[in-house]
């Protein structure tokens, strides 16, 4: 499981190895079935502005990043792609403190630091455990010990979250008997609660089916309007050109930082997932 703290750091400075004990940072992800929402919008917010400048990572004699320099502009889906082993998890870990690095990493907030998600690829859990998706909403969502039930200032949140991603009728199943799409559903849900002003997702569609994948979309639509600042690790190309508004190309280093028109052409992506990476133009 992961943590929920408050954001401490102020607007400017570097962040990285103290991030993740700093941010709020929120599991979620997506699913596979069509939800019936009547969710009210999320809140409006301003995110952030994210850059990475010059950052490295060597682990032994291994090059995993090296000095990958790009900026993620505030309000935008921006999407990091390219090869398995190509650096891209490990950039994440990096930006929230899990590895170490050379080089800056910066949040520039516009007003009050706020609240940072993080979709990790699965959820690893006991299946047997006797806790149903109440239960776990609780866990995630509140400071009470689920065993006491959802708090009367969590409930009617916690009740939207789940309507929004089509959950509502499966609050009292257990998340052991759940498909892995409802799970992730669920855990989206509990990342709305509150709204983040950064996500950073991690192959958030791997396991989805097209209803899943349909979820995902609209929820991704409602993170742009609602002006969350959003990097998002994915493989589906298809998707990305669809709905990024900016690419950029890791393997390694960055080969490519562009819209996804000018982004994902043959030339590039076959530069991009060539085993050697050479420099882009």
Known sequence: MTSKETLLNKPGPPVGAGLLANASVQSISSSDETPLSRASSLPQVCGP??????????????????????????????ALVGPNGGGKSSLIKTLLG?????????????????????????????RGLPMTVDDFMAAMCQRRPAFLGLSKHYAGAIGDALERVGMQDKRKRRMGALSGGERQRVLLAQGLIPAPQLLVLDEPMSALDEAGIQVFERLLGDWRAAGITVLWIEHDLEAVGRLADRVTGLNRRVLFDATPRE???????????????RSAS
């Open 263 to 277: 982004a994902l052409t043959p030339e590039r992506l076959l530069t991009l997932f060539s085993t050697h990476p």
């Open 98 to 126: 899990q590895m170490p690095h050379q080089g800056q990493l910066s949040l520039q907030w516009p007003g009050e630091p706020g609240t940072i998600g993080y979709v990790p690829q699965a959820l690893e859990f006991d």
């Open 49 to 78: 502005t994210l850059d990475f400048a010059e950052v490295c990572l060597t682990l032994g004699r291994t090059t995993i990043l090296d000095k990958v320099s790009f900026q993620v502009q505030p309000g935008n889906v921006h």
